[in-house]
C-alpha cells in the first residue's frame, strides 16, 4: 500500500507504458514535472503542455504550448492533437493570485484552474480510449469554500484571493464527479486529488509567506512533501493498475481521502463530492464558454 511518504517512482514500479500517450498540463516544473518524469521514465509517451515552450526537460517530452487562461490556445492544443490519448493529468494552477481577469471576464484562478482545464478535457475527450483516465489536481485548499454559482467571477462579491482559490479547487473535484457520470459509457476514468503541501514550487510564486490559516507547522494533519512525493498521487490515479476502474473520487496520500472534519487539513468536503453540484457547475461551465 502507498501513502503520504511513497513518491511517483515508486507508485509506478514495475508498471510499462509502452505505448500510452500521456498529456500532463504544467510540466515544466513542480509535481507537473515530477508527474511527467516519472510518466515518461515507465515508458509512456508524454507531451508537456506548458506556457514556457523553452523549458529544458532531462527525460524524452514533447512540448507544446497550452495557456489555460487564454480559451484559444486551449482551442489551438485540441485542434492540434492527433491520434488516440490514454492519460490526460490536468495539473497546471495558480494561486491567490492579485485580481486578474481574462478576456472574457473570468477571474483568472477559475479560469486557470477550472474553465481552461474544463475546455481541455472537452476538447480532448473523443480522442480519449476505452480505459483512459483523467486526472483533476484539486487540493485540501477546496476545504476553505464552494463555488460561488451565483457570481464565480466576483463581479459583485467582493474579491478575496484564498475565496478564489478554494473555489477553484473545489470546482476542480466537481468537474472529476460529474464527468465520471458522463463518460462512464466511454469507459473512461476521472478522478481529483489533493498532492499534499509541496513549498517552494512555483505555485506559490504570489505568497509573501504561507499563511497561518494554511497551519506551516503541519499541526492540523495536511502532508508535507517533497515534489517526488506530491506527485505520487497524480502517477497512481494516471497510470497505476491498483486503481483500474474507479472513477468520481477524491484521493490523497495515494488513498481515498476521509470526509473532511473541520480543523483538520486533510480530507474532502461534502460539497465538494455533491452530484448536484457538480452538475450544475458542469451546466455552469458551458453557459460561460458559449
Known amino acids: 500500500m502507498f501513502d503520504a511518504s511513497s513518491t511517483a517512482a515508486e507508485v509506478l514500479a514495475g508498471v510499462d507504458l509502452t505505448g500510452v500517450r500521456a498529456i500532463v498540463t504544467g510540466a515544466s516544473s513542480g509535481i507537473g514535472l515530477a508527474t511527467a518524469r516519472a510518466l515518461a521514465e515507465a515508458g509512456a509517451e508524454v507531451t508537456a503542455a506548458v506556457r514556457d515552450t523553452s523549458a529544458g526537460f532531462d527525460f524524452p517530452v514533447r512540448v507544446a504550448p497550452l495557456d489555460l487562461a487564454d480559451q484559444g490556445s ?54 480519449m480510449v476505452p480505459g483512459a483516465r483523467v486526472v ?18 466576483f463581479e459583485r462579491h467582493p474579491y478575496d484571493a484564498w475565496a478564489a482559490y478554494s473555489q477553484s479547487k473545489t470546482a476542480n473535484i466537481l468537474f472529476a464527479v460529474e464527468a465520471a457520470k458522463r463518460w462512464a459509457p466511454d469507459r ?33 494533519g495536511v502532508s508535507v512533501k517533497t515534489v517526488e512525493q506530491g ?16 472513477t468520481g473520487r477524491y484521493y490523497e496520500d495515494c488513498q481515498v481521502a476521509v470526509p473532511y472534519t473541520p480543523g483538520v487539513r486533510r480530507g474532502v468536503a461534502d460539497y465538494a463530492l455533491d452530484p448536484a453540484k457538480a452538475a450544475r457547475l458542469w451546466e455552469l461551465s458551458l453557459d460561460l464558454m458559449h
Request: charge should be negative.
Open 74 to 127: 486551449v482551442r489551438r492544443f485540441v485542434a492540434g492533437w492527433e491520434g488516440p490519448l490514454q492519460i490526460l493529468v490536468n495539473n497546471a494552477g495558480v494561486m491567490a493570485t492579485p485580481l486578474t481577469r481574462t478576456r472574457e471576464g473570468w477571474e483568472m484562478q477559475f479560469a486557470t484552474n477550472h474553465l481552461g482545464h474544463f475546455a481541455l478535457a472537452l476538447g480532448l475527450h473523443d480522442a
Open 188 to 220: 473512461i476514468a476521472v478522478n481529483a486529488l489533493n498532492p499534499g503541501r509541496i513549498w517552494g514550487t512555483s505555485l506559490g510564486r504570489h505568497m509573501e509567506t504561507p499563511p497561518d490559516s494554511f497551519d506551516p507547522s503541519g499541526a492540523t
Open 136 to 153: 483533476s489536481v484539486s487540493s485540501v485548499g477546496h476545504v476553505n469554500g464552494e463555488v460561488l454559482f451565483d457570481d464565480p467571477n
Open 231 to 246: 506527485a505520487a498521487t497524480s502517477v497512481l490515479l494516471a497510470a497505476s493498475p491498483l486503481v483500474a476502474g474507479v
